[in-house]
């Protein structure tokens, strides 16, 4: 089966090379890779992927990384997931 | 001289920042070995308040932080130097994010200049943990250093735990900068279970005739037994548990089974595969308790509770999955069903037919009694630490356990030598504790040198050391499923462990026969400060009932 996945990164040391590892890691095979860095703190990055596991373990999967900010997995028409519920840092003056 | 403005503004170096940062978490014990690029973080350490365990391997001082991590519920600290240091700390790295250990993990680093050039000691351990982490940085900012560990801290320990690492290159390490302000994190809200999936799974139970409890590692984990025991009281299922999940509901609970899978109780493995209803608790369904998976509980309708959503129908499909807090989840279910009492007696007679036998014949010592001895003379404060193998699997069947942290044993990565390291991990941590490592003539050697920190230490680790001359889980296996063709299992030239125990100052016996296992088992656990019970075992001894490999729940094999 194919999978199209939209993955939002945040733009941290690693957090393309996690997600990909993940999905080789997990057992999806990647077919189509596109990454957008074109914001300053975020990047989209596109994937088509073939795997015979489900696509919504795999969107399940990477939404654990705590670089990943949110996942859409095509098929499924599912809505954006923006926020997760992630830790985040401010820093005070 | 007047004092100018700036001066007030106090300058700290990278790895004074990094010790401020850890003791603002509340850390109190680091465990680690030093070496040429984390010298700055050694040098801030002195008198800085922190106690650090000096292991004689950086892999024994990994293990020891994530024994910490188990008992504490907080990450357990540990670092290293790069190259080697980083290196050697990666297999207990690994077992820590096998079973959701909290863990900070400190990894020096060449200097950002060098770094990408092969520098002395330089290895991308950023890299190499990618797979077995929870999350990882590269501190590049010294300023960085006080929002990054409160990060790394609160990552480790909440939602569902793991390891997190930090590798520091040098010069980040002796950069000086004006100390930053201290980290605001976000609160992160803990996952609720939704009020749909707790309908769904009442629904489910309700419905149910012969429901089944799985509970697993990360009800501990989760400090959700008190939860998981009301709610087995009031409904009064059956319970079974994992290798992870001993000890969540006593051992001695009349509803309880035994541990399920390839060495579990044949009465938790049939009334697994008999129960129309499995609700599985904070497991997830590991090969090695669910046997081949096609014909895992194939009766049954699942409800799947985790605080990872990514576990629920990873490998079965869940028929309700409750993804969230556990114990809030458990209390959603009370009053949902009041189990048939014909199941229950059904399972009684299970638990009665295939209760444990220790009638073996011979004058040998059966270390299944003797660990069965033991745990009764340990009491309630003992913790007993395992290495990996049969003993591992006679512990988890014989001994019995009040509460889940009495039971510390490398579930998912099955690491040799973690027993030793655990051991010590679980007496800095609660210095009260009875820490027992229960261990083999194999995985002892994986971390042997840690007998010296022991000893250092004066910390009082009592090892009983099961020795049957050989790697004993595999000589079985050759046995059973290789047509005994034994290959590379024999230890019959092992040293003189009591001699090698006593080396290292650690006091020694060695019993053999049956008769001398009271009085052994007195002197340890009576002996003053670390000792070691040396026992002599039956090399042709198995680990009984079995699942064989690609079989099956309730196709176990007995002794013939
Ligand atoms: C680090 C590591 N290497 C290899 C193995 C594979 N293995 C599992 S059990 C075992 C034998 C363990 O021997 P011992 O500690 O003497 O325990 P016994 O089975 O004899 O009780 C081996 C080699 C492992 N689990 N971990
Ligand atoms: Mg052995």
Redesign the interface.
């Known amino acids: 089966m194919e999978h199209r996945l939209l993955i939002e990164l945040k733009n941290c040391?690693?957090a393309l090379?996690?997600a990909l590892?993940l999905v080789e890691?997990r057992g999806y095979r990647i077919r189509t890779c596109n990454l957008r860095a074109d914001e300053a703190d975020r990047s989209v990055l596109e994937l088509t992927v073939f795997s015979e596991r489900p696509g919504a373990?795999l969107k399940?999967?990477l939404?654990?990384?705590?670089?990943v900010l949110g996942v859409r997995l095509e098929e499924s028409c599912e809505p954006w997931v923006r926020e997760l519920?992630?830790?985040?840092?401010?820093?005070?003056? | 001289m007047s004092a100018r403005p700036e001066a007030a503004i106090s300058v700290r170096s990278g790895a004074q920042l990094m010790i401020d940062a850890l003791l603002g978490q509340g850390v109190r014990h680091v465990f680690g070995y030093p070496g040429g690029a984390i010298m700055p973080l050694y040098d801030a350490l002195v008198d800085s308040g922190l106690e650090h365990i000096l292991c004689r391997h950086e892999q024994g001082a990994a293990l020891a932080a994530d024994a910490y991590g188990r008992v504490t519920r907080r990450a357990g600290v540990c670092i290293a130097t790069s190259g080697p240091g980083a290196t050697n700390l990666v297999t207990g790295i690994a077992n820590a994010f096998m079973d959701s250990v909290p863990m900070v993990v400190i990894t020096g680093q060449v200097a950002t200049a060098l770094q990408g050039t092969d520098a002395f000691q330089e290895v991308d351990i950023f890299g190499i943990t990618l797979p077995v982490v929870k999350h990882s940085y590269v501190v590049r900012e010294a300023a960085d250093i006080p929002a990054i560990v409160a990060e790394a801290f609160q990552l480790a320990e909440q939602g569902r735990p793991g390891p997190v690492l930090i590798d520091f290159p040098k010069n980040v390490s002796t950069a000086m900068v004006p100390a930053p302000p201290a980290p605001r994190l976000t609160a992160r809200q803990a996952p609720q279970p939704e009020a749909a999936a707790i309908a769904a799974a009442r629904d489910m139970l309700a419905q149910a005739r012969r429901p089944l409890l799985l509970a697993g590692g990360g009800v501990a984990i989760a400090n959700a037994e008190e939860a998981l025991r009301r709610f087995a009281a009031d409904s009064r299922i059956p319970v079974v548990t994992t290798l992870k999940g001993l000890g969540v509901v006593p051992t001695d609970e009349p509803a309880f089974l035994g541990m399920l899978g390839m060495h579990g109780n044949a009465a938790a493995n049939h009334a697994v595969q008999n129960c129309d209803l499995l609700m599985v608790v904070g497991a997830r369904f590991d090969d090695r308790a669910t046997g081949q998976l096609d014909h895992f509980a194939p009766t049954a309708r699942i409800i799947h509770v985790d605080i990872d959503a990514a576990e629920i129908s990873k490998l079965r499909q869940a028929d309700a999955g409750v993804a969230g807090e556990l114990a809030p989840a458990l209390d959603g279910l009370l009053g949902a069903t009041e189990v048939d009492a014909r199941w229950r007696a059904q399972c009684g007679a299970w638990k009665q037919e295939f209760a444990w036998r220790y009638d073996a014949p011979g004058e040998g010592i059966f270390a299944p009694a003797l660990l069965r001895d033991l745990s009764r003379m340990g009491g309630e404060d003992m913790v007993i630490t395992c290495d990996v193998g049969q003993h591992q699997m006679w512990v988890a069947q014989h001994c019995a356990f009040s509460d889940p942290l009495q039971h510390l044993s490398s579930g998912g990565l099955g690491t040799m030598g973690f027993g030793l390291p655990a051991a010590i991990g679980v007496k800095v941590a609660r210095p009260a504790a009875r820490a027992v490592c229960v261990t083999g003539d194999g995985s002892i050697m994986m971390n042997i040198q840690e007998l010296a920190t022991l000893r250092r230490y004066g910390l009082d680790v009592k090892i009983v050391l099961l020795d049957n001359a050989a790697l004993g889980l595999v000589r079985q296996w050759q046995e059973l499923f290789f047509d005994e063709n034994y290959s590379e299992v024999d230890l019959s030239d092992n040293p003189d462990f009591a001699a090698v125990a006593r080396a290292f100052g650690v006091a020694a016996r060695t019993i053999s026969q049956r008769d001398e296992v009271d009085s052994g088992l007195e002197w340890l656990l009576g002996a003053e400060g670390p000792a070691m019970l040396h026992v002599l075992i039956d090399p042709r001894e198995n680990v009984w009932p079995l699942v064989p490999p690609g079989k099956a729940n309730h196709q176990m094999i007995k002794a013939s």
């Open positions: 040391e690693g090379l996690r590892g890691r373990l399940r999967q939404e654990r990384l705590h670089d519920n992630k830790p985040s840092i401010a820093r005070t003056q």
